[in-house]
């Protein structure tokens, strides 16, 4: 992903190109002028002080007065070509009107999509679809009150075990209500858990839920000993979730460091946290890092990912031998890769990666896999376009629907995309097994 955005010695050189990021746990506010944003600014007293310098030389023609100018004053080499898009074929899956999908998930070469249907007073759905594109509705049997209108809104299996989590705003303060559900995909059942489970004075938010080899893990945010907000995760003990202690771990925050997880994922046995941390040594930072959770008997470790500017956010990880989370540095699309079972002498950014502008709010990239290649799906600006790897150190642009991506997924060579355009949501699909014909 991308050339990064640096310090520079005098910002007011060119004070009108300088910009703040403000994303952050802590409202932080960094300024900064872009490095090719100065390097305007000295191409334009370049060519001041070029102009002057070849006043007397107007006799030797306008053509040629013009030839010197260029070639004196282009410090900058020549222009980056411009990046080539090539056609990606899409279809869209039919799905109930009334349904609005809200997440993905591969399960024995099928898609597990979740979501809610505003029929009957709303109330969740779980759909199969198979290689062919047909969908299968999942029989849901939910027990408490805010299961019965939940929106499925994270979905994981590992074999035949399905796990779900399912939200809907309620109670005084209108704070989301979680619901937790297990079974195949023949029947999913919803498990109530106490309030406090998920809720109350401490509780943060719920990132997702996943599947380990060494069975599921639910991720979010609980409050802090010394105030804001730790990363955190639940483990079952049979039907009932249980929240381990993140303080004195690499999940609490620090003097030094405030934690930013904002998305959850596995390798194996192993979990993996993606988001950023804020810093504070040589002003405030925000760079995109990794958690890694080797074992349920391993510590948390905490790696913060090289090449990552001042303002950067993993947010989207997928893994076979190596894994690859994409994110943003300085409002440009951004990969790393890591080996999980070494994490600090591995980690690494891509820069092959072409330099596109990217959304930094909203639900961010997602990364997905064909054929052991990593590709990164993401929305800038009302766009969405598909950057996959060519397996040569060199990457292909593909188009997609346009909107803004909510989630993505492969099963084999098979890409499904959740897309959201103004007022509706859609699910998508591509066969990535063209890309690699190019």
Known sequence: MPRHLTRTR?????????????RSLRDARVATCASRQNRTCTCVSSRSWCATKTRGLASLGAALLMMIMVASCSDAG?????????????????????VVVSSLAPTSGALLVGG???????HPVLFVVDASGDTRLVPLHPTSPYAKVADLVSVAAHGTQVVALGAKHGGAHANVRWTFWTGSTQRLVEYPQPFETFGGQSAGGLLGIVSASDGPVIAGTWAAKEGGLDAAVWLPNGRRWLRQESAGTALANTQQIQVNPRAASTAGSAVILSGSVITFGDGVEQRAAIWSWPTRSSAWTLQQLPDAGIHSEALSSRCVRTCWVSGHADGRVALWSFDPAHLAESA???????????????????????????????????????????????????TAPAGSVVDATTVGDRLYAIIRTDDTVGLWTADLATTRAR
């Open 78 to 98: 020549p222009p980056a070509p411009r990046e080539t898009t090539r056609e990606l074929s899409w279809s869209r899956i039919a799905l109930p009107e009334s």
């Open 116 to 122: 809610n249907a505003s029929s009957d007073r709303g």
């Open 10 to 22: 005098d910002a007011t050189n060119c004070p009108s190109e300088s910009h703040v990021h403000a």
């Open 348 to 398: 690494t950014r891509d820069s092959t990666l072409p330099s596109l502008e990217i959304n930094t709010d909203g639900p961010g990239p997602r990364t997905v896999l064909s054929g052991g290649r990593p590709g990164i799906l993401f929305s800038h600006a009302g766009s969405t376009r598909l950057l996959v790897s060519d397996g040569h150190n060199g990457w292909q642009i593909f």
